[in-house]
């Protein structure tokens, strides 16, 4: 029975999710689907998303304004202690190859889907990276920051 018990723990533990990963808001307006966030490396560590330097970091992010939106913008960034730096995205007009059409319908479904080029210059450390999707007037629209330790 407790090696039943044991086996059922380590099995859901290793079933993590972006919400297990607490992935937090900081500030949206619009409703985010946290179950439904999925991060790239971030299914086999509980703490941390892996993001291996050399590589895209994959972000697949739902997500309802209750407002029509005209425009959408992202922005990431790490926070290091009290150090923030930002990331450049290849594409920073998220109404463009992200999966969102705009102008954004109210009360209707989105996901932003992004890729965000790793790369091989930044150091392995531990990071607290900062998604934001601002809409035309500058407005958090959906922010959201999570763990991820950068690695070779």
Known sequence: MKVCLALILLASAAATSAADLK?????????????????????????NCIFKKGQNANMSLPFTSSTQIQAVHAKVSGHLGPLTVPFSLPQPNACINSGLVCPLQADQPNVYVASLPVKRIYPSVRVIVQWELLDEHDNKLVCIKFPVQLQN
């Open 23 to 47: 992935v937090q808001s900081c500030g949206s307006s619009a409703t985010v689907n946290v179950n439904g966030i999925k991060i790239t490396g971030c299914d086999k560590n509980p703490r």
